[in-house]
């Protein structure tokens, strides 16, 4: 009977190799996932409370938005109620609410960028 070789230490046979993706560094990639899913989820709640005012010409109007794109507020001035400029006033509203709106992405940019930084995710998937 022919004698069988010893394995160099560390060695280990294809059909022996641990289950699951592996991290580098040891860490099981589907436990990461789930942690950042969890964070991610506390980062979102936080922004359903986060609030961004914004108030163009000079005050009059001003928009409340949350970190989640969500208008909760419009206050409008009555002076800037003109009858004959509704125009400007839609303009004023228009304005505030993109404003309240971009101020908002940001945010929410910012709570949920550190998360995901080294993902190298397309912008806007999460």
Same mark, same amino acid.
């Given at each position: 009977m022919a004698k069988r070789k010893k394995a160099p230490k560390g060695y280990r046979s294809p059909g022996s190799r641990p289950k699951g993706p592996r991290m580098p560094g040891g860490g099981d990639m589907m436990a990461q996932f789930q942690a950042l899913q969890e964070e991610m989820a506390r980062q979102q709640a936080a922004l359903a409370e986060e609030t961004v005012e914004v108030s163009v010409g000079g005050g009059v109007v001003k928009v409340v938005a949350t970190g989640q794109q969500e208008i909760l507020a419009i206050s409008i001035q009555p002076e800037? +109620?003109?009858?004959?400029?509704?125009?400007? %006033? *839609?303009?004023? +509203?228009?304005?505030?609410?993109?404003?309240? %709106? *971009?101020q908002s992405r940001k945010l929410a940019e910012e709570r949920m960028g550190g998360l995901t930084a080294g993902l190298n995710l397309p912008p806007g998937l999460l």
């Open positions: 800037v +109620v003109d009858p004959d400029d509704v125009e400007m %006033l *839609e303009d004023l +509203v228009l304005s505030a609410v993109n404003q309240a %709106l *971009e």
